[in-house]
């Protein structure tokens, strides 16, 4: 019917927090529902496209663009809603028919309040409602003390990192993410002990508005019916959220810098160790990418959040696809080429003259 409006559910949450994980289970799920997906990823590489699209997101059985995954790659989704957001949207608006629910994962940098702000364009709220804003949070970095300003909470938990800025900008987004969240999903609780969890749910708990739903999740595998359909038309209350940008008529993240590296890897273990290494070193917060192994037939994904590594193989190589190993980092103050050198010196690589 040409009247209904496309819900819209927004994942939001820090860096590493596994909004993709998230979404990639929801997808695999779907049980008949056409979800269209929208992907806003800060810098150079789509990393969160191409892992959706290994779930067949994206393209047809022939391996064609279906034209239900959208890859935003031109920065933070909350900055750039004119230039890039709003054209898909109207892309999406025309297909309405062909799509029960949208869902937007966003940048782990983005704020979600403008995001949601937007669907109250008059172009935008004619076709579309937000069904919830949900914000995935990574339970063991909350519980080791980081972007936490509760002092109670983190002296509970017992471990308060000394050299953590509250003030920091990543506090603050920390924050506005919960601030404006319908659902919080707290991930990865299996390897917590229930007061760390406890600790963990009490942070949360000084960022979110009364009433705010906390479910726990491993992997990504929450029922659908939990994170669809909750029908709160967010984009009618969003104004009453506050936040800390509120006051601000644009904001920026010159805080943080997305750098990409190409490397040559003989081996995922050494890899693993350089980058725990240069994590000691550089104020890196995030860093992924795509990893070829020589002999190996699989593409291995690389993801880390601090210093915490994970790596798998996600598919074949494909015929014709360069078999080449890129990662972005993302952090503050972060030189391309001293990433670049250091990484290349760990793993055993001659510099150029």
């Avoid at 034209?67 to 949207?89: I, K, S, Y």
């Avoid at 990504?220 to 008529?249: C, F, N, S, Y």
């Avoid at 750098?259 to 050494?270: E, N, T, W, Y």
Wanted: charged share 25%.
């Amino acid at each position: 019917m040409q009247s209904r409006k496309i819900p819209a559910t927004i994942v939001t949450g820090f860096l590493g927090s596994g909004k993709t994980t998230l979404l990639r289970h929801l997808l695999q799920n779907a049980q008949g529902r056409r979800i269209a997906v929208i992907v806003n990823e800060f810098g150079e590489l789509g990393i969160d496209g191409e892992l959706l699209r290994g779930c067949g997101i994206g393209c047809d059985e022939t391996g064609a663009p279906d034209g239900q995954l959208f890859e935003l790659a031109n920065g933070c989704l909350c900055c750039t809603v004119q230039e890039e957001f709003a054209p898909v949207m109207e892309q999406l608006a025309a297909r309405r028919d062909q799509i029960d629910h949208l869902v937007i994962e966003t940048s782990g940098l983005a704020l979600p309040k403008p995001l949601v702000q937007a669907f109250q364009w008059p172009a935008l709220r004619n076709a579309f409602t937000v069904d919830a804003v949900i914000t995935v949070v990574d339970a063991p970095a909350v519980a080791a003390g980081r972007f936490a300003d509760d002092p109670l909470a983190v002296d509970v938990q017992r471990r308060a990192d000394e050299n953590l800025d509250h003030d920091s900008p990543l506090s603050e987004l920390f924050e506005d993410q919960l601030a404006t969240a319908d659902l919080v999903v707290v991930h990865k609780t299996d390897g917590l002990d229930a007061a760390a969890l406890a600790g963990v749910e009490a942070v949360i708990r000084g960022e979110t508005a009364t009433g705010v739903k906390l479910v726990h999740a491993q992997h990504g595998r929450i029922d659908l019916d939990v994170l669809l359909g909750m029908e709160r038309a967010v984009e009618d209350a969003i104004d009453q959220r506050k936040t800390h940008h509120d006051e601000e008529e644009d904001h920026d993240h010159d805080a943080f810098d997305s750098v990409s590296v190409s490397l040559q890897v003989a081996d995922r273990g050494r890899l693993l160790a350089a980058l725990q290494s240069l994590v000691g070193r550089h104020e890196i917060y995030r860093a992924k990418g795509f990893v070829a192994l020589p002999g190996a037939a699989m593409r291995l994904v690389v993801q880390g959040v601090g210093a915490r590594f994970d790596s798998y193989f996600d598919r074949p190589w494909r015929a014709g696809e360069a078999r080449q190993t890129r990662l972005v980092l993302i952090g503050a103050g972060l030189d391309a080429a001293v990433l670049q050198a250091e990484l290349d010196a760990a793993l055993g690589v001659a510099a150029v003259a």
